[in-house]
DNA sequence: TTATTTCCTGACCATTTGGTCAAGTTAACG
DNA sequence: CGTTAACTTGACCAAATGGTCAGGAAATAA
């Protein structure tokens, strides 16, 4: 009989284990973004990895663990985004914030937030749980926030609920719909700099449209963000 | 099997393969919006259809000529939503009226709206090409209109591209995030009430955003639709 | 009527799939 | 060193999958 159970090690053969889950989850973040749960395969996920598919069942006993434990991450990553919104008098400052929050999730985790809505597509076998408590939570609350805006004559009387989804839809489709953008866009990716006047574009019209801030004709960027938009170093 | 056709074609066995072809379409389109090309199966898609297997393979030979077709069918309609947005001087006539042809689409085809979604998230394996041709040359077609507003001085100067993907996005949401949006919303779809406020949030927000109007604190809708809103037929 | 075309379907097949297993290899520890 | 626990993997399996086929049923044409 063994007597030693030891508590892990911080050496060599400790960190594998670390090592080897976040390449796994990173490979498998990908496959099921692209083929959701039931398209995606195991055999895939293992040759994104670069590993034996035996050996992706030895971290992961089923698919399904996979999956969960994928789609957990990329809801520690919405939780995160929606701590920026914060209960704040400005709607300008509260708004500006939390979608340049979005739009950057969007840009850094793309493969999360199309796991994620193809979760939604799929009626969210997984994640109903969290919709229904978290996500129905949260949004309630914001609702509250905003609706006080409306109360103080801050911004237009519009339905809180409209208002998010619009802000959902904006800054994730730049996610989900990467690839037709990049089509669109003459088959390379937005620029750092194309991307920076898109996350403006964004701000600029949803704030104007709920009258939070007065545009006129002529200027489109007030200063919600820093001047340094200018060539900020184009990545490759 | 069933004998409930009442309308008799010209003959019975002429319209046969019409009919069980807009069945077996029907059935393709939400098996393939829900899981995406690979996640669906061909049985899957024969038992929602009501008709054994083999006969599925009868009428479309394999899986991904089934698919083409779903995906044809889809981009036809979206060529419908593209013809609304016509050249017209006036930019709060020409976005109203093509927001709200795209809402309704998301209303009445959620399905397709999905499976389209999904080709964009796989990086469009069957509609690429029209994504170069089509979408590329429209996109650019409404963005000359879009910068001609501009000069006019009709609306705030802003990268035509991005408030079109704000329209697509926004709109689309409706019909790929259903779910989520039934879930909010205590579980139960939205009603005509509902769906025509967010219409009217999503319409005032994008043109006050542009400032293609001058909305003021408390006054959620203008005249921006016409008359035949009425009373929309409430389905169910 | 008979002949012909179209439609229908249970049974079948080759391949792919999620998952297992036993036999290894590698690293830690005494 | 030897023992042990953690890691690795080729080979394998049962179930599911896309697709076929032969034979039958139904409608139309002759």
């Known amino acids: 009989m063994k007597k030693s159970e030891r508590v892990k090690k911080t050496t060599a053969k400790a960190g594998i284990r670390q090592e080897n889950e976040k390449i796994i989850l990173k490979a498998a973040e990908s496959v099921f ?8 395969t195991t055999s895939m996920i293992a040759e994104q990895a670069n590993i034996p598919k035996a050996n992706l069942h030895y971290y992961f006993p089923t698919k399904e663990a996979l999956y969960r434990q994928v789609v957990d991450n990329i809801f520690n990553i919405w939780l995160q985004a929606a701590d920026s919104f914060d209960d704040c008098d400005d709607p300008v400052e509260a708004l500006s914030r939390y979608i340049e929050k979005k739009m950057d999730i969007s840009r850094d985790n793309p493969m999360g937030s199309k796991v994620w809505a193809n979760e939604i597509i ?6 109903q749980d969290y919709l229904e408590t ?3 939570d949260w949004t309630e609350s914001r609702a509250v926030i905003i609706r006080r805006w409306i109360a103080q004559g801050k911004i237009n ?12 839809s904006t800054t994730q489709h730049y996610a989900d719909f990467n690839h037709q953008i990049e089509t669109l866009n003459g088959g390379t990716p937005l620029s750092d700099a194309q991307y920076r006047v898109a996350k403006d574009n964004v701000i600029e019209i949803i704030l104007t449209g709920i009258g939070a801030v007065q545009r006129r004709r002529n200027s489109l960027l007030q200063d919600n963000s820093p001047k340094d938009q200018q060539e900020k170093s184009d990545r490759a």
């Open 33 to 40: 973004a692209e083929y959701g749960f039931r398209g995606a």
């Open 134 to 136: 978290t996500l129905k």
């Open 157 to 168: 009387p519009i339905d809180p609920q409209y208002l998010l989804y619009m802000i959902w």
């Open 122 to 127: 799929q009626r969210a076998p997984v994640i």
